[in-house]
Every structure is written in structure tokens, then in C-alpha cells.
Nanobody
Framework: EVQLVESGGGLVQPGGSLRLSCAASGFTFDDYAMSWVRQAPGKGLEWVSAISWNGGSTYYAESMKGRFTISRDNAKNTLYLQMNSLKSEDTAVYYC??????????????WGQGTQVTVSS
């Protein structure tokens, strides 16, 4: 059974940083690209970032470029999202997601339960 468990969310002031983690199990982690998506209050899902199976290629939504860094540790079956210079508009539930194939942007077939990130003074 595929399981994705996010952690690391919380309340942070504007300009602050958070590091999200996602512990993956139930599948061969390094056989798949991975992604982060988010959902802000009252809005739809927004793709945030993606990473290739070996971490060699990373992709970001325009508004996250230069502020967010996606990474993975295949030895630990863990996906990360380092978020710096956080803004109030980054407030959302952040979901770790497993891509359908080893190729990035191939679509998502499994999601975690999400972790809340609130950016507020």
C-alpha cells in the first residue's frame, strides 16, 4: 500500500522558512518522480514543484522559483520542500504526491494527507 506522510508544516511569520518532509512507503521510491502540490483556502489545487527520480532535474511554479527548493533522499525514501521567504499567499495545505511514472510531469496517482502551512504575523 502506497503511503505518503507529510510533516513540518506550521505557523511562520512572513519572510520566514519551513522545511516540509514526506516519508514514502509501499513502493520503490527511486522508480518515480515526485511532486508537491498545495491548496489554499477556498481555492483549487496548485502544482508547486516536481523532481526527477534521482533528483537531477527539478521544476517549480513561477511564483516559487528562487524561494522553494525540492529535494529527495532516496536512501531514506523521503521527499523535501525547503520554503524560504514565505509570503501570506503561501498559506495552504501542502501535499506530497507520487508521480505515475519515472518521468516528471507524468501525472499524479497518490497523495499524502497534507500538512498545513500558515504564513501570518
Amino acid at each position: 500500500e502506497v503511503q505518503l506522510v507529510e510533516s513540518g508544516g506550521g505557523l511562520v511569520q512572513p519572510g520566514g522558512s519551513l522545511r516540509l518532509s514526506c516519508a514514502a512507503s509501499g513502493f520503490t521510491f527511486d522508480d518515480y518522480a515526485m511532486s508537491w502540490v498545495r491548496q489554499a483556502p477556498g481555492k483549487g489545487l496548485e502544482w508547486v514543484s516536481a523532481i526527477s527520480w534521482n533528483g537531477g532535474s527539478t521544476y517549480y511554479a513561477e511564483s516559487m522559483k528562487g524561494r522553494f527548493t525540492i529535494s529527495r533522499d532516496n536512501a531514506k525514501n523521503t521527499l523535501y520542500l525547503q520554503m524560504n521567504s514565505l509570503k501570506s499567499e503561501d498559506t495552504a495545505v501542502y501535499y506530497c504526491a507520487k508521480d505515475i511514472t519515472i518521468a516528471t510531469m507524468s501525472g499524479i496517482d497518490y497523495w499524502g494527507q497534507g500538512t498545513q502551512v500558515t504564513v501570518s504575523s
